[in-house]
């Protein structure tokens, strides 16, 4: 499956974005999907997880009640909602796929940069 991530920008803390992220390839609703996050000088980190039929989410405590992962298996789409922007959420985010929950994901996006300025 090849995936594409779009939707992020320069933000001002407190606001919100939406990112996208849109899977070709083979069926979309066999992955579990997943975003993940790395900021300047920083090791990647997951962000949030979503199960094949979206009924199940999983977050960071970090993003928690700030951010909202869902997907659209019509569409081939996942997206990270993210309200209340902080500049600690200052990263370049990815999207990636795994078809069952494991430590390592089979597939990933290339990444799309989000900025949130103070």
């Known amino acids: 499956v090849q995936l594409q991530a779009f939707g992020g920008g320069l933000v001002q803390a407190g606001g919100s974005l939406r990112l996208s992220c849109v899977a070709s390839g083979r069926t979309f609703s066999t992955y579990v999907m997943g975003w993940f996050r790395q900021a300047p000088g920083k090791e990647r980190e997951f962000v949030a997880r979503i199960s094949r039929g979206g009924g199940s989410t999983y977050y960071a405590d970090s993003v928690k009640g700030r951010f909202t992962i869902s997907r659209d298996n019509v569409k081939n789409t996942v997206y990270l909602q993210m309200n209340s922007l902080k500049p600690e959420d200052t990263a370049v985010y990815y999207c990636?796929?795994?078809?069952?929950?494991?430590?390592?994901?089979?597939?990933w996006g290339q990444g799309t940069a989000v900025t949130v300025s103070s």
């Open positions: 990636a796929a795994q078809l069952q929950v494991q430590p390592t994901y089979d597939y």
